[in-house]
């Protein structure tokens, strides 16, 4: 049985009616307080399956979105059998991403192009006890070279191509998770093998857009 805060049962049982398997996945999101990455004024709506805004023009991802995301990054490294993967997330955000992947991976970096959001984040990763993440302000288009090459890197925001940075700083048998697209997105899954570089389209998607450059 996955043990979850009791105000994110109902949460996590629509998770599992939505094709999420994968208990660690699931236990995790039901034990992370969703509120405390939203504005107080929104915090009653923090267990809806819905995107939320969080300020800045960003949005908290609909946890369905995250879930989905993240089992089959694991999926990833399962199948390829790769152990303590490095991971990167392009985009903190509120950071209820980056708290999901700290929970399930040794490590996690992440880059956010907007100083206020990513100050906000690192506060609340200090308040859950969440010691495995190392935050950059940068330009999300350009990745975190310096830290690379990564097993695994999620995109949470969508770009109209695919950026060739990220992809060079994939390992071999590496993924990379994107939104892709313009006015009409697709979810793409990026695997590396080699000097072979797939990309799968795998659902319609609804991001931000990716934008280049940084806001202090």
Known sequence: MIKTLPRAKSLIELLIQHGIADNSVLEVMGNIPRELFLPPSLSHQAYNNDALP???GQT?????TVAFMTQMLRAHMAEFSIESPKILEIGTGSGYQTTVLAKLFTHVYTVERIKALQFQAQRRFGQL????ISCKHGDGWEGWQAKGPYDGIIVTAAAVTLPEALVAQLNDNGCLLIPLGDTKQTLTYVRKVGQNVQ???ID???FVPLIQGTII
Do not use: E, H, V
């Not at 908290?60 to 369905?64: D, G, H």
């Not at 006890?129 to 495995?132: F, K, P, V």
């Open 129 to 132: 006890d969440c010691y495995n």
């Open 54 to 56: 969080i300020g800045q």
């Open 199 to 201: 990309q799968i389209p």
């Open 204 to 206: 319609d998607a609804r």
């Open 60 to 64: 908290l991802s609909q946890p369905s």
